[in-house]
């Protein structure tokens, strides 16, 4: 039997603090006594520093490791060192770049803002103004990967469902359309498989609203230790759920709903002091179909099937019941349709979805 004790995650684990890394500097500069002092002058400050004495060390130095802020001359041995700028620019790099150069004309500054400078301090300088405008640089930095990171962080909860923390609709919505055209493209199965627990408003109803979101997390979890890493699972409704099973044909997605079936039925739910049970009914419909020509016509039919698993007594899995008016299947890929069984192309007779 298993037993399944709900532990409540909260989205605040977002929040928690990275370790920092010391920023990192690559410096780009052909005269090893400005590189020596300047290298030791930066590393007092707790920067990490790497150095490169050409453009060509210079762009494989930026490529092979991380950098936040890039010191460069621009007179070196194989060229100018705003060709590099460029580079980076061009494929928008969001590094700091700051140009450290005896070319001190006005020309040659707006040249170098031009190419996508952030800084351009000429030579001679002193150090602790330069020093002063790396720190105003590694502000900037700071500031870009705060935002990168939290843009991340609400893109990844607008794709999260806040309770279970599994996909939730949207995601589920972008990722069916995705995969649908991966299969159809490439003549390759897949199936949908929509689950809705039964009487599930008894358990609000009798044990109140907390027990039901504990309830609906253990089945989360459940359904999510019962598919692949490479299916695709998220919360599609209140109690509803809906699973992409790619390169799965009928038969085998009939064995995986009716594994996390048994898996739900079996499990103890522990949750307000009590243990609870509950059942869950699946709905699979499967693609290639001549009748199927989007995302959203499987999950249609999958949403037939499942409203027949309720009609039949519910803590079941039932198949779609579509009849192939066509053949369907690319002969490259004969296996498709070969195991599809035989209660599976015999006419529908709910009326729901009358197409189906
Ligand atoms: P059936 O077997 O026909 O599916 O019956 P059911 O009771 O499961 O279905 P019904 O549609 O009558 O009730 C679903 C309930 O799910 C009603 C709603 O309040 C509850 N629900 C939806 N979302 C949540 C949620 O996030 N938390 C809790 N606790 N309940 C929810
Ligand atoms: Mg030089
Ligand atoms: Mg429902
Ligand atoms: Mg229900």
Redesign the pocket.
């Known amino acids: 039997m298993l037993w399944l004790f709900v532990v409540i995650r909260t989205t605040d684990n977002y929040m928690t603090e990275q370790p920092k890394c010391p920023p990192a500097i690559a410096l780009i500069e052909d005269d090893p006594n400005v590189a020596l002092m300047l290298t030791r002058h930066l590393q007092r400050e707790g920067w990490t520093v790497r150095h490169a004495a050409t453009v060509e060390d210079g762009r494989n130095l930026l490529a092979s490791q991380p950098w936040d802020l890039l010191i460069s001359d621009r007179s070196l041995p194989d060229g100018d060192g705003l060709q590099l700028c460029g580079e980076l620019r061009d494929a928008a790099h969001p590094g700091y770049i700051l140009m450290l150069t005896g070319e001190s004309s006005d020309e040659a500054k707006l040249e170098g803002f031009e190419r996508g400078a952030d800084d351009y301090v000429t030579k001679p300088f002193a150090i602790s103004e330069l020093i002063a405008r790396i720190r105003a640089g590694l502000r900037i930095v700071d500031l870009q990967k705060a935002l990168v990171a939290s843009n991340r962080r609400l893109a990844e909860l607008s794709l999260t469902d806040g309770?279970t923390q599994i996909r939730n609709r949207r995601a589920f919505d972008a990722e069916l359309m995705t995969r649908f055209d991966v299969a159809r493209r490439y003549q390759r199965p897949l199936s949908a498989v929509l689950i809705?627990?039964?009487?599930?408003?008894?358990i609000?109803d009798q044990h109140g609203?907390?027990v039901?979101?504990a309830v609906?997390q253990a089945v989360a979890a459940v359904l999510s230790a019962g598919t692949r890493k490479t299916d695709f699972i998220a919360r599609y409704?209140?109690?509803e759920f809906a699973v992409l099973l790619p390169e799965t044909p009928l038969l085998e997605a009939l064995q995986v709903g009716e594994k996390v079936r048994a898996a739900v039925n079996e499990a103890t739910i522990r949750a307000g002091g009590r243990e609870h049970k509950v059942a869950i009914?699946a709905g699979i419909a499967s693609y290639p179909h001549s009748q199927v020509r989007s995302g959203r016509e499987l999950v249609h039919a999958a949403d037939a099937s499942l409203y027949r698993a309720?009609a039949n007594g519910?803590n079941r899995v039932e198949p779609e019941r579509r009849r192939e008016r066509f053949a369907s299947f690319s002969p490259a890929v004969p296996h498709l349709g070969a195991r599809v069984p035989r209660r599976c192309i015999t006419e529908v007779d709910d009326n729901r979805h009358s197409s189906w």
Request: charged share 35%.
């Open positions: 309770l809705d627990i039964d009487h599930f408003k008894a609000n609203h907390a039901g979101d609906l409704g209140g109690e009914s309720k519910r």
